[in-house]
Nanobody, 128 residues
Framework: QVHLVESGGGLVQAGGSLRLSCAASGRTIRNYAMGWFRQAPGKEREFVAAISWSGGTRTYADSVKGRFTISRDNAKNTVYLHMNSLKPEDTAVYYC?????????????????????RGQGTQVTVSS
């Protein structure tokens, strides 16, 4: 089992920055693809970013490309989401997720259903 705990959320003004952290315990995430998803009030959960086990492949939703950066520190068993130029529409609960990475079908890791391990989420609120 992999236990994930997100932190770093909060209230920030538009144009500001936040860094979310996702600390894993129970197992090393060295061989795991890691993803960030978000869910705004009244909306479906959506993909934000994903990173391969080595960090060599990263994928972003179009809505955050150029503003958000996903990274990982396998030695610390932690994944990060650096968020810059935040907009009010980025307001949501942000979730971290983990899945053992198999094969070359990287596109699968943009789907919430691909991740058996999920955190409880951290709230990000961007004021205008």
């Amino acid at each position: 089992q992999v236990h994930l705990v997100e932190s770093g959320g909060g209230l920030v003004q538009a144009g500001g920055s936040l860094r979310l952290s996702c600390a894993a315990s129970g197992r090393t995430i060295r061989n795991y693809a890691m993803g960030w998803f978000r869910q705004a009030p009244g909306k479906e959960r959506e993909f934000v970013a994903a990173i391969s086990w080595s960090g060599g492949t990263r994928t972003y939703a179009d809505s955050v490309k150029g503003r958000f950066t996903i990274s990982r520190d396998n030695a610390k068993n932690t994944v990060y989401l650096h968020m810059n130029s935040l907009k009010p529409e980025d307001t949501a609960v942000y979730y971290c997720a983990a899945a053992q990475q198999y094969g070359s079908n990287w596109s699968a890791y943009s789907n919430w259903s691909a991740y058996p391990y999920r955190g409880q989420g951290t709230q990000v609120t961007v004021s205008s």
